[in-house]
C-alpha cells in the first residue's frame, strides 16, 4: 500500500504538542505528530493516543533510543546523524534509508511527508526530519523565537560569515528552508524573517479543545482561588544571563511578585517553564507558594477554569490567543519585546522601577469583592 503524505508536526516540549494538536485540528489534512516526550522527561502512559480525531495520529518516541537505533544500522546511520548535524543534504538513496530506519524502529513511521512543522529548527529531532523535506514551516517556540541568540563558536562565526550571514547572532527560522513562521506575535519577529511571519490563531471550538484535554489525560482543576495569580516563569537565555550582573535576578523578580501580591491579598501560585527545573526554585519553597505541575502546559489549567485566570509573567506568549480564559499581566510589555534584555538590565539596576512596574500589573487585578 502506497504511503500516505502527511502534515508532520516536530514536538519535545508539552506545549509543542498542544500546539500541534491545535494546528492539526484546524486543518483537514491527514497529520501525524511525533512527540519526544524524553525531552522533558514525559512518561508515555501520562498520554492518551485513543482519543485523537481520524485524521490525526500520535507517535510517541524516545529520542535518545531512536538515535541509537540508528547508529547501530553502521557507517550510513551515522553518516545520517552527521549529516542532520552539520545541515548537510543528502542523496535520494540515503534519505530513503533514514525512511527505511525510522520506520523499522517505529512501525507506524509508514507515511511521506507532505508539509512539515517545527518549533525550534537547531535542535537534533528537527535537524534529523529537515533532511526528509526540502521546506519546513515553523510554530513559535515561545520567547526565543523573537530575540537573537549569540554564536559563540569562533568557527561557526568564521562558516556563517563565508555563508553570508551575521557571524555573531542567528535567529529562529533563519534558515532559506524555512518558508513561513506561525507566531502569536508576526510582528515582533526579529527584522530578517519578519517577513515569514503568519499569524499562529488558536481555536476556541470546546470539540477541538476537549480533544486536547484528553490526550493529555487532563481532569484537574488549578488549587487557586478566583481572586488568585499565577506566575509564569519562563528560562533565562545564554543571551540574557550575559547582560544581566546576577544569574538570581528572575529569581529576585518572582520573590518580589509574591511579596507584593500578598500584600495586596492575593494568593499566588507558580507555573515552571517546562525546560527549567524545580530544584533550581528551592530558594521559593520558604515562601509559602503552591508550585503547578510543570509536566502539563499552562493552558490546560486555563481551559478549566470557571473564571478568568490571572496571570503574570515577565513577557512570554502564554495565554496569548486565549484571552477568554486569562488575564495576561507582563512586566515588559509586547510593545518593548524587542528590547527585552534592555529593559530587564535596566530593572535590576534601578530596583525601584521594578517594584513600580510589578505593583503596577498588580493593580490591575480586581478585588474578590468586584469580581
Not at 535520494?92 to 512501525?107: A, E, G, Q, R
Not at 508539509?115 to 535542535?123: A, G, M, S, T, V
Not at 523535506?133 to 515553523?138: K, P, T
Request: aromatic content about 10%; hydrophobic content about 35%; charged content about 25%.
Amino acid at each position: 500500500m502506497k504511503a500516505l503524505n502527511k502534515d508532520t508536526y516536530i514536538c519535545s516540549t508539552v506545549r509543542h504538542l498542544l500546539f500541534s494538536l491545535y494546528k492539526a485540528q484546524d486543518s483537514n489534512n491527514q497529520a501525524v505528530i511525533v512527540f519526544f516526550y524524553d525531552f522533558q522527561s514525559i512518561e508515555p502512559q501520562q498520554l492518551d493516543v485513543t482519543q485523537l480525531p481520524d485524521n490525526i495520529s500520535l507517535i510517541l518516541v524516545n529520542r535518545k533510543s531512536l538515535v541509537k537505533h540508528i547508529k547501530k544500522s553502521g557507517l550510513i546511520g551515522r553518516f545520517i546523524l552527521f549529516c542532520s548535524l552539520r545541515g548537510i543534504s543528502i542523496s535520494n538513496s540515503t534519505m530513503s534509508k533514514l525512511v527505511n530506519l525510522l520506520h523499522s524502529y517505529d512501525s507506524n513511521f509508514n507515511f511521506t511527508i507532505n508539509n512539515l512543522f517545527l518549533f525550534n529548527d537547531n535542535n537534533k529531532m528537527s535537524r534529523l526530519f529537515r533532511l526528509l523535506n526540502q521546506s519546513y514551516s515553523m510554530i513559535e517556540d515561545g520567547m526565543g523565537n523573537y530575540i537573537e541568540h549569540k554564536v559563540e563558536s569562533t568557527p561557526k562565526q568564521v562558516l556563517r560569515y563565508l555563508q553570508g550571514k551575521r557571524p555573531k547572532y542567528y535567529v529562529f527560522g533563519e534558515k532559506d528552508q524555512c518558508k513561513e513562521i506561525f507566531a502569536i506575535h508576526p510582528d515582533n519577529l526579529p527584522k530578517s524573517i519578519i517577513h515569514k511571519g503568519e499569524k499562529l490563531i488558536l481555536s476556541k471550538d470546546k470539540v477541538v479543545v476537549d480533544t486536547i484535554k484528553a490526550c493529555f489525560r487532563f481532569k484537574g482543576i488549578p488549587g487557586f482561588s478566583d481572586n488568585g495569580l499565577i506566575i509564569a516563569t519562563q528560562p533565562v537565555f545564554t543571551e540574557i544571563k550575559d547582560k544581566l550582573i546576577s544569574d538570581k535576578f528572575f529569581l529576585t523578580i518572582y520573590k518580589t511578585i509574591i511579596s507584593l501580591s500578598k500584600e495586596r491579598g492575593i494568593t499566588p501560585v507558580l507555573k515552571l517553564h517546562p525546560l527549567e527545573e524545580r530544584r533550581d526554585y528551592e530558594s521559593l519553597d520558604n515562601e509559602g507558594i503552591e508550585f503547578l505541575s510543570s509536566k502539563l502546559p499552562l493552558e490546560l489549567y486555563l481551559l478549566s477554569t470557571s473564571e478568568k485566570t490571572n496571570i503574570i509573567t515577565i513577557n512570554s506568549s502564554v495565554g496569548i490567543g486565549m484571552e477568554e480564559y486569562c488575564n495576561v499581566y507582563s512586566l515588559i510589555p509586547d510593545t518593548k519585546v524587542s528590547d527585552y534584555i534592555e529593559v530587564l538590565s535596566e530593572y535590576e539596576i534601578y530596583r525601584d522601577n521594578l517594584q513600580e512596574a510589578i505593583s503596577t500589573q498588580l493593580s490591575k487585578i480586581k478585588p474578590l469583592s468586584t469580581q
